[in-house]
């Protein structure tokens, strides 16, 4: 066989090498992001079995799942319908069901019609529910890589999802299979909302709208930041039809919303952008959450009136920083002195609510402390999830071990580059409102955990 020139053979293996690894540098990702979902789906199903038992019956791990079971066995017979009262609980009188019915139910009952081809029977249905954990915990990876890649590059998202991976706190106690709770869900799709955000901020700061824009009817300019904001809406109201308590998260895009427009105003940067999306998230989550309300009251346990109402605080707000940075940045007034003019003005609103209705701001105050309050109440502490860690050191130890002080780090990186740049780090600033959130959840409830995982693995990817 007739060989090439020594030349021409080592230029041409050179010239394959580099398209090699070029490609694998291009797509290395996908094949290792493969092998974890493969890896956090094997660990949490591989106690299945334990919850058939011979005559194909399955179990469910706690007591929540069986509520769950019931309200997944109606929807399948009512699709899409929910059974919002139950008159079997609190027998004979009923209750309504609040956290059951809800999108998780929703999802798993559509899971069963399809495995059943429309008609499943008992034992598809428990089968989908008992598996249900487990998919929805491994798909998690893929919003916590792309958080990662948000936040830093795709090895900071390979970590972030490795970190998630390996994590043996409550999220993948919770995740595995035959814990039919929604807690694995409310991390999923609490992980999309943020992301979701996160993208349309990005997309915000790029395409910069104004609202000379929407006087002009430039709606071809605005459609990037509309599509993505709404886009972004629909994630978060995703997220509380899953867990109508968990407007927590609308308080978190409150606080981080106000904060990145006013360090924006002070370092010269007009916040109209990223107040544009805001007001668009908040709106589009206020509209959905407002349609499925069941209860005309305030209370954090129902789709009520607090879900919308919160939302639309978060229209408000960004709208009344947009409108006053405005306004001040045209009267030539020092920029420091709108931040304790918006202090002060939220200060008299408190005081007004706590003389006109006491009770609403009773109701807002024991929420806020019984979620990140640090404290107990008598009935929390009958509970076993919603009690404080006895010891927190060791307590977040044993779930994350040195990868918490890898976050730590990862942290402190994002103060530095907001410090250096708050406009240009908008997610740097995102991680560290989140992280101080969902930590003092933890050290609260300890259930919180499972949320706890993702700012944990994103500030380990930033750090790495």
Same mark, same amino acid.
């Given at each position: 066989m007739t060989q090439p020139s020594e030349s021409e053979s080592v230029s041409e293996r050179l010239e394959r090498a580099g398209v090699t690894l070029e490609r694998f540098a291009e797509l290395y990702h996908i094949p290792v992001l493969g092998i974890l979902f493969a890896f956090m789906l094997w660990v949490r199903v591989r106690p299945w079995d334990g919850f058939v038992q011979s005559d194909g019956t399955v179990l469910f791990r706690g007591n929540d799942p069986w509520y769950h079971y019931r309200m997944v066995e109606y929807t399948v017979r009512n699709f899409p319908a929910t059974m919002p009262f139950d008159p079997w609980t609190t027998f004979p009188v009923g209750t309504s069901v609040g956290q059951f019915g809800?999108?998780?139910?929703?999802?798993?009952a559509a899971a069963a019609l399809i495995t059943g081809l429309g008609s499943p029977t008992v034992q598809q249905i428990q089968m989908v529910m008992l598996f249900t954990p487990a998919v929805l915990g491994a798909l998690t990876i893929i919003p916590v890589y792309l958080l990662g890649v948000q936040l830093s590059s795709?090895?900071?998202? @390979?970590? #972030?999802a490795l970190v998630l991976? $390996?994590?043996?706190?409550?999220?993948?106690?919770?995740? %595995?299979a035959g814990f039919t709770d929604h807690h694995v869900a409310e991390t999923f799709f609490m992980a999309v909302g943020v992301l979701a955000v996160l993208v349309a901020v990005q997309t915000a700061q790029r395409e910069k709208p104004i609202w000379e824009q929407f006087v002009g009817r430039?709606?071809?300019?605005?459609?990037?930041?509309?599509?993505?904001?709404g886009l972004a809406g629909v994630a978060v109201a995703l997220y509380i039809w899953v867990w109508p308590p968990g407007v927590l998260l609308l308080g978190i895009l409150g606080v981080f919303f106000s904060l990145l427009m006013l360090l924006q105003y002070l370092t010269g940067s007009p916040p109209e952008h990223v107040g544009i999306a805001a007001m668009v998230i908040g709106a589009v989550a206020a509209v959905l959450t407002a349609v499925r309300i069941t209860?005309?009251? @305030?209370? #954090?346990?129902?789709?009520?009136? $607090?879900q919308p109402l919160l939302a639309v605080g978060?229209? %408000?707000?960004?709208?009344?920083?947009?409108?006053g940075a405005r306004v001040w940045g045209e009267s030539e007034r020092d920029r420091w002195e709108f931040p304790a003019v918006l202090v002060a003005g939220g200060v008299v609103f408190v005081g007004s609510v706590a003389v006109m209705a006491p009770d609403i701001l009773a109701f807002f105050i024991n929420q806020l402390t019984r979620i990140v309050g640090l404290g107990s109440t008598a009935t929390s502490l009958t509970v076993g999830e919603a009690q404080p860690p006895g010891n927190?050191?060791?307590?977040?130890?044993n779930s994350y071990g040195l990868a918490f002080f890898l976050a730590t780090g990862g942290i402190l990186i994002c103060a530095l580059r907001v410090r250096r740049s708050p406009v240009s780090a908008p997610a740097s600033l995102f991680l560290i409102v989140f992280g101080v959130f969902l930590l003092l959840a933890t050290l609260t409830q300890q259930r919180f955990d499972y949320y706890l995982v993702l700012p944990v693995a994103m500030a380990s990817g930033v750090a790495v």
């Open positions: 809800t999108l998780f139910d929703q999802l798993m795709r090895l900071g998202g @390979l970590t #972030a991976a $390996l994590s043996p706190g409550q999220f993948l106690s919770r995740s %595995l430039e709606f071809g300019a605005l459609r990037p930041t509309l599509v993505s904001s209860t005309f009251a @305030l209370e #954090a346990t129902k789709l009520s009136l $607090l978060i229209v %408000l707000t960004a709208g009344l920083i947009v409108g927190a050191s060791e307590f977040l130890y």
